[in-house]
């Protein structure tokens, strides 16, 4: 298969950047999609040019590291999947491509496609934790914890902090990932102890990085690679009314 | 409190619950209006009631307030989410991820308000401050105004376009309130839709045949 690809190239995080064109050629369908880059990057090197910058570490989806805006969608046409899940049978031969960074203020560009999402680091450590003491190993079912809460944490850890809710929504809101966070605790008992700082330092960090407000587009729930639900946006607004609302 | 308030799901929260509170007023207002059907005696007994009920008399001024509140913070949410972008995209689809009425909420909401305030300045004016406009009975003035095809075609859009903003804000509103599982998720967004017709055709059925039926 062959493809014109359209390419955000960008020097640094202060330099003025824009799309660039190039071609790569016969292409097996079933190459990946970050493996046709490495393919361009491949020909860039040759001609002894500057080759182009993308995240990327486990291509298996799990570790959210890879981004790309695909022909205007977060992680590409496909859903449920992540960059590095993504392959060119997806695409039609000849087809042109466009790959933008994920872009949201609070996500600096660094380099062509790569872009700075320590934000959502910066989220998580103020309340993404539960604290224990360490010591001899508990009986595992010492704290007995309905299916269904288990199920739902289990949902929500599946976020796997990619940005792409935030590349996708509208008004750069991170409500999704802020949610899935707060979530995956939210209904397990070892969670509780510390939910009402969690709740409050999390929504506090995120509106102080930048991101906007949710409007309930949810266009997040629809690009997530990980299927993460909307659900726990209300989740995360119930548990925030009660941390501000609720006198303790 | 003051936490609750400056933060960005607080603010929200507002939003919903003055969302909710002009939906109550919409269905009052739409009550009253549809006894226009039943005639002009109906009609003006309904708009007597409305223009000396003391109750009524308060909520004007917490109804106005609502409004107020609502328009000052969409415009605010509105602005703040317009600058965290940064660069555009070159190629974006939002309409595979996201209905129309939820990207234009400040599109229609806009609109809705410029409508509000003609609407205000020929009903609400003339009745209270200008002695009926020089008709005789509230029920005259109202059916005059819809004679004038003009003034009914942008009744009806207005009214469209009321219709598409709550088909996103009245499950939104849930959501932003906490109130939203997926149990009754689907039950919401049908409930959204079937109000928000019911808002469009109730207003618009009524400028429709004092224009061109009775
Ligand atoms: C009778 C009139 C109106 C009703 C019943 C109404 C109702 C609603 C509801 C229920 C929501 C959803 C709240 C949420 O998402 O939590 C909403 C959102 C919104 N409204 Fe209105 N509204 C009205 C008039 C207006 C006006 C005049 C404006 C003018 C600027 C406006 C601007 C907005 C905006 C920008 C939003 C989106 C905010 C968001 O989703 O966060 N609305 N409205
Ligand atoms: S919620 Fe989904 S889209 Fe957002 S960071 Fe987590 S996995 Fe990525
Ligand atoms: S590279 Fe790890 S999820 Fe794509």
Known sequence: MDFTLKIWRQEDANAQGSMKEYKVTDIDSDTSFLETLDVLNQQLVEKNEDVISFDNDCREGVCGTCSLYINGEAHGPKKLVTTCQLYMRSFKDGQTIYIEPFRAKSFPIVKDLVVDRSAFDRIQQSGGYTSFDTGGAVDANAILIPKEDAADAFDAAECIGCGACVATCKNSSAMLYVSAKVSQFAYLPQGRVEATERVMNMVNQMDAEGFGNCTNTGACEVECPKGISLENIARLNREFLKATLVPK | MSRFLSSSIGRKVVMALTGFFLITFLIV????????????????????????????????????????????????????????????????????????????????????????ILHLKDFFVELKFFDKGGFSTDYDLVTALFKNPVYTAIYVIAFILLGIHLSHGFQSAFQSTGANYNKYKRCLKNTGIAFSILIAVGFSAIALYFSFIN
């Open chain 2, 29 to 116: 207002h739409l009550g009253i209006n549809l006894s226009l059907f039943w005639g002009p005696e109906a009609f003006n007994e309904a708009s007597e009631f409305m223009a000396t009920n003391g109750v009524i008399q308060v909520m004007q001024y917490v109804l106005a307030a609502g409004f107020i509140m609502h328009i000052i913070l969409g415009v605010k949410l509105e602005l703040q989410n317009r600058s965290s972008r940064g660069v555009k995209y070159a190629v974006n689809k939002p309409s595979e991820n996201s209905s129309f009425s939820s990207r234009n909420m400040i599109v229609t909401g806009i609109i809705v308000l410029l409508f509000l």
